[in-house]
């Protein structure tokens, strides 16, 4: 066992010797294991910062084998990053030669296609004089990934084919951040089930994998450097920044772990520490692209460009999602499952908006087609078959009705088939089905079905805040209802609808605190999506409703709950379960106007939940 080495020793013995080599033809395994044991307890050569020292060091060990030697490895791929200077870790792009105009214009035009927005726009135009962009593009591995994968996979490879160097990050760590999505237990289990999805979708696309780069985020996340900036930075970020900025990706909850607040900071960190001039992502992960133009030049980093895809509608019409089975079309789903789940999609006749077929279409299908045109096959009695060279002219025809739901319905399950197809192969094999099921592992009952969790049904698992009215109008199309923008404590008010027009003048509950059900399953009320439930004390008859008050210091986002029922709620209640339902029948008010569930007070930390007048009342 080598012993440790001094700063002073190690510079003038091994580090010298080091700088003073050519490294032709031969290795140093004696200087190189000095050099490994020195850094296996320091951060750089001689400072606590990047310096000449590490840069002269750098350029001698880029020229040889250090594949052995884990903390050179770190170092090296660190100080790459930080330097930008291309060490054994991180090859830099091969030089090209001057470009014209319109070279440049056809590369820009490549990588911005289909983007619904760019951030540093002048930063990629001057890179793409010089050269090609590096970029990443990172997903958290928690939840299963699904078909909407296809329209970040669709966008890498026209990355790939404008010349660019793309980097796909396996973000393990943060999926364990988002409120534990993915248990630490599971992490590499995941990033492996995600690699070997992510490489069967690409090449189900014809993208060859050998321009692709694919790193883990515990890789470097948990290095000596990586830490020391996630500190700095926590040194500099508000707490309020830290919500906004992961507000959109997330989970939001009334009481927030720490982990959360840490990860948009993460994620900006990735930037730097993967030695990219881009990342790219959703639309949905604007506020973190923000937060790193905002905060990686505090730390002495520089701005990156941010390239943004918009979030296709789901199958309900809401963003798709893994936690949302009925949104959503797995990649390993049979052409039969594939068919049921189609059939039932939300596609409403002549309309082009919030139609997540049409924007898969628009963002996955026709470039997979690139020159050849999206087929319908119907009867002759049906209006026979049609094509279409470019997606608005598909989009005129279904908008016009020329073409019906059902015509476009079977024609996106066909070519979804299509695409999947490949991948449903290469998940068939024994490796594969192992690697799922250890990834996702599913409790079985003796009856072959997936086991309830073990809880009962009580007021914990109900999601109740307080929440601030701040804007109330009359429903357009409903005499009963309002459409009221309530605070619950997110980063945006939430839009939900209450039938108290009929009961509660509305210049009463404008501004008013209210108790506030949040998660409740988003529902449709004449055309608005209500997106939770305002808790209401009735009389038997319903001929008087009231809204209930909570106690004056409450805040939006405070928790109503029992101090006999404490856990966590639930992120979303299943509505086929009737959870909220069979609660709210032990929901009431007492003779002291107080709400209670099975007797036990509801209330905040500043006092209780009270109804105006009503006792003995049910709440609704």
């Known amino acids: 066992m080598i012993r440790y080495v001094g700063s002073k020793r ?41 310096n000449s020292h590490d840069l002269q060091v750098l350029k001698k060990v880029s020229q040889c084998n250090t594949s052995e030697f884990p903390h050179i490895t770190r170092w090296a791929r660190h100080v790459s990053s930080v330097s930008g200077t291309p060490g054994a870790m991180s090859p830099a792009l091969a030089p090209t030669e ?67 160097e793309v980097t ?6 943060h999926g364990y951040l988002d409120n534990m999505k993915a248990p630490w237990e599971l992490l590499q289990l995941r990033a ?26 515990t890789d470097f996340q948990l290095s000596r450097e990586y830490t020391l900036d996630v500190y700095r930075l926590s040194s500099v970020v508000t707490d309020h920044d830290a919500r906004k900025a992961g507000a959109e990706v997330v989970k939001q909850v009334a009481h927030p772990l720490l982990s959360g607040l840490l990860y948009p900071g993460l994620q900006a960190l990735d930037e730097e520490y993967l030695g990219v001039d881009a990342q790219f992502g959703g639309v949905d992960q604007r506020k973190i692209f923000m937060f790193a133009e905002k905060y990686l030049p505090l730390l002495g980093y520089k701005k990156r460009i941010h390239f943004m895809n918009a979030m296709i509608p789901g199958l309900t019409g809401d963003k798709m999602s893994s936690s949302e089975p009925d949104s959503k079309i797995d990649l390993i789903d049979p052409p039969s499952a594939v068919k049921k789940k189609i059939n039932k999609a939300f596609c409403e006749p002549g309309n082009v908006t919030n139609n997540g077929l049409l924007s898969f279409s628009e963002y996955v299908i026709f470039p997979y087609l690139g020159e050849k045109e999206f087929e319908i096959k119907r009867k002759p009695e049906h209006g026979g078959d049609a094509s279409y060279a470019n997606f608005e002219l598909l989009k005129e025809a279904y908008r016009t009705e020329a073409i019906y739901p059902l015509d476009l319905k079977n024609a996106v399950g066909g070519y979804i088939n299509q695409l999947l197809a490949p991948i449903v192969k290469e998940f ?94 988003p529902a449709n009320m004449r055309g608005i999506k209500s997106q939770g439930m305002l808790l209401c004390a009735s009389d038997k008859d319903h001929t008087t409703v009231e ?52 007797g036990e007070l509801l209330r905040t930390s500043a006092g209780p939940i009270l109804a105006p007048s009503l006792v003995k009342a049910a709440i609704r």
């Open 428 to 521: 068939q094999s024994k490796e594969l089905k192992k690697l799922s099921s250890q990834a996702y592992p599913v409790a079985n009952t003796k009856g072959g079905k997936a086991a309830e969790p073990d809880r009962p049904v009580d007021i914990s698992r109900v999601d109740i805040r307080v929440g601030k009215i701040i804007h109330i109008e009359p429903h357009p199309d409903a005499d009963s209802l309002y459409v009221e923008k309530i605070d619950v404590g997110e980063a945006e008010p939430r839009t939900i609808i209450s039938g108290l027009r009929n009961f509660v003048a509305q210049d009463k509950l404008d501004g008013a605190l209210v108790a506030v059900v949040c998660n409740l399953k």
């Open 547 to 598: 809204v209930l008050t909570v106690a004056e210091g409450s805040k939006p986002g405070d928790r109503i709950t029992s101090d006999m029922f404490t856990q966590a709620p639930d992120t979303q209640l299943n509505p086929k379960k009737k959870i909220f339902e069979k609660v709210q029948s032990d929901l009431t008010t007492n003779d002291s106007l107080e709400v209670t569930y099975k």
């Open 10 to 50: 190690f510079l003038r013995g091994h580090l010298n010797q080091i700088l003073k080599m050519e490294f032709v033809n031969a290795n140093f395994p004696d200087s190189l294991s000095a050099l490994d044991t020195h850094l296996s307890v320091r951060s750089y050569i001689t400072d606590y910062k990047n």
């Open 98 to 164: 001057p470009r014209t105009p319109e070279q440049m214009l056809a590369k820009k035009q490549l990588i911005c296609r289909n983007l619904q927005e760019t951030v540093g726009e002048d930063r990629l135009e001057t890179i793409l004089k010089e050269r090609d962009v590096k970029i990443y593009w990172g997903t958290a591995t928690t939840g299963k990934p699904h078909i909407a994968y296809f329209v970040p996979m669709i966008k890498l490879a026209d990355f790939l084919k404008a010349g660019s």
């Open 168 to 173: 796909v990050l396996f973000a393990d760590l």
């Open 192 to 217: 492996k089930y995600y690699e070997a999805v992510i490489k069967a979708m690409l090449k189900s696309l014809d993208v060859p994998l050998e321009k692709l780069k694919f790193v883990t985020g």
